[in-house]
T-cell receptor, first 113, second 111 residues
Framework: GAGVSQTPSNKVTEKGKYVELRCDPISGHTALYWYRQSLGQGPEFLIYFQGTGAADDSGLPNDRFFAVRPEGSVSTLKIQRTERGDSAVYLC???????????FGEGSRLTVL | GEDVEQSLFLSVREGDSSVINCTYTDSSSTYLYWYKQEPGAGLQLLTYIFSNMDMKQDQRLTVLLNKKDKHLSLRIADTQTGDSAIYFCAEHLYTGNQFYFGTGTSLTVIP
């Protein structure tokens, strides 16, 4: 597609459930980032992929969060045993290379009840 | 992550200039960016400046970079109501290929 696509755009779940958020980057972009944005805050880094491998996962808050990018294109952010504090907008961005700017998707809004 | 600071709010009258400021801490930044976020939307790149430049002009937008003081500003000339949004500055660190964002400045343009 022309831009970064994220699905679902909205997800409401109950505390303790498992959630998957999907990101389809711009074709040919090798770098893919996940950020989390809470209300009134800037994007907070979670994880960065270069190709298929996670180049930096230091932003993942704990071991309930995991992300994959098995074929170097689409990525899935997985959250186990969701907590109310996980409620936020999860942003995905892709970049053509090491010095390129980030192109963002519209985000997936996660609400944990 | 790195500390990127911005003032939270700015209010200007339509037709005036807006200046949004940002300070950052890492002197090894390669690029610095300004992104715009409208309600319910993702971040849209407005402009960027390479760290060895002092100024960049792009139509109504002027970016000033003071590398010594680690200060970045975005000036919007002839501000319009459609410019009302949240503006984020971000720094790119070549080492680790990381991008760090500020907390955002909410710009309100009064007609």
């Amino acid at each position: 597609g022309a831009g970064v696509s994220q699905t679902p755009s909205n997800k409401v779940t109950e505390k303790g459930k498992y959630v998957e958020l999907r990101c389809d980057p711009i074709s040919g972009h090798t770098a893919l980032y996940w950020y989390r944005q809470s209300l009134g805050q800037g994007p907070e880094f979670l994880i960065y992929f270069q190709g298929t491998g996670a180049a930096d996962d230091s932003g993942l808050p704990n071991d309930r969060f995991f992300a994959v990018r098995p074929e170097g294109s689409v990525s899935t952010l997985k959250i186990q045993r969701t907590e109310r504090g996980d409620s936020a907008v999860y942003l995905c961005a892709s970049s053509p290379g090491v010095t390129g700017e980030l192109f963002f998707g519209e985000g997936s809004r996660l609400t944990v009840l | 992550g790195e500390d990127v600071e911005q003032s939270l709010f700015l209010s200007v009258r339509e037709g005036d200039s807006s200046v949004i400021n940002c300070t950052y801490t890492d002197s090894s930044s390669t690029y610095l960016y300004w992104y715009k976020q409208e309600p319910g939307a993702g971040l849209q790149l407005l402009t960027y400046i390479f760290s060895n430049m002092d100024m960049k002009q792009d139509q109504r937008l002027t970016v000033l970079l003071n590398k010594k003081d680690k200060h970045l500003s975005l000036r919007i000339a002839d501000t319009q109501t459609g410019d009302s949004a949240i503006y984020f500055c971000a720094e790119h660190l070549y080492t680790g290929n990381q991008f760090y964002f500020g907390t955002g400045t909410s710009l309100t343009v009064i007609p």
